[in-house]
Every structure is written in C-alpha cells, then in structure tokens.
C-alpha cells in the first residue's frame, strides 16, 4: 500500500522546490524544451503566495513533497494558479487531495467559483472532479497558445 498523503501549508523557503516540482510535473506530458523555457516562470511558485497561506504542498509520510496547489484572487472568483503532481505520484489520489483543499480554501474565502485555465492533458481530471467548460484563455506563458478555462461552482459553506 502506497504511503498515506498529507497536505499542509507551504513553507516559507520551499518556493524553489515546489517550482522545479511543478516543472518536472509539466514536462512529464512530454513538452519540447523551448515550451519548456517559456513555461518555466509561470510554473514557479510565488513565495509571497506561501507566506499569504494560499499554496498547499501534499507530503508523504517523510514529509517529501508530492504535489502543490495554489490559489489566487480573481475578482469575486479563486483563479487556481498551480496544480501539479511529481510525476512518480501520480495516480494515487495526491491531485485530488489537492483540488479538495483548493476548493476548500475557495469556500474558506467566502468565493464561490474556482477558475481552471487547465494543460489540455489535465481537463478529463478536472471534468471528473465536477468542473464544467467555460471557454478558452490565452496562455500567460506561451504566445497564441489558448488553454482550456473550466469553472468549478463551490457550495456555500
């Protein structure tokens, strides 16, 4: 039986590492190196974001990071920056974990709609969670790439 996951607070200083978590996470869909330099500064993680208390780390039982989530403020809704998985983790409920604490944080906020401009390869996931389609979104990162966007509807609390 895999190890029990855990998710807590990001740490102040873990930036870096969580970044280079979300990188290796991004390049396990098998991206080329230039998507990959483009990419890598909207894969870090923002340190302010973790000393707000709004990026979640999901830890085994050594407290070595598997996976990373984080939020934002997008006027009355929670844009979901990061959400990434080690790719040795993945398919063992550590992405789940993880969206449940966003939407969690979401409600916690008194917001009601989390945002998901989602990588192609991750819309099933998030459709399955119960997020629905709502258009398409410019890449940040990539000059005329256009991302997936799906909103997911948190209940009231």
């Known amino acids: ?6 998710i807590r607070p990001a740490r102040g200083g873990e ?12 390049a396990h869909w098998g991206y080329d190196a230039e998507f990959m330099r483009l990419s890598w500064r909207s894969l870090q993680v923002d340190p302010a974001a973790i000393a707000e208390g709004r990026v979640f780390v999901a830890v085994d039982e050594g407290d070595r ?6 939020c ?9 920056m990061h959400l990434f998985v080690e790719p040795g983790a993945l398919g063992r409920g550590v992405g789940r974990a993880l969206f449940a604490v966003a939407v969690e944080w979401t409600r916690a906020q008194s917001r009601r709609t989390l945002l998901i ?33 799906l909103k997911y509807a948190v209940d009231a609390a």
């Open 117 to 149: 401009a989602s990588d192609p390869n991750a819309v099933g996931f998030y459709r399955r969670l119960g997020a629905v389609d709502a258009g398409w979104i410019e890449s940040e990162a990539v000059p005329g790439r256009m991302l997936p966007l």
């Open 72 to 80: 934002a403020f997008l006027g009355e809704d929670v844009d979901l």
């Open 15 to 26: 930036a870096g590492a969580l970044g280079a978590l979300c990188v290796r996470s991004k």
């Open 65 to 70: 990071p598997l996976g990373v989530t984080g």
């Open 1 to 6: 039986m895999a190890d029990p996951i855990r």
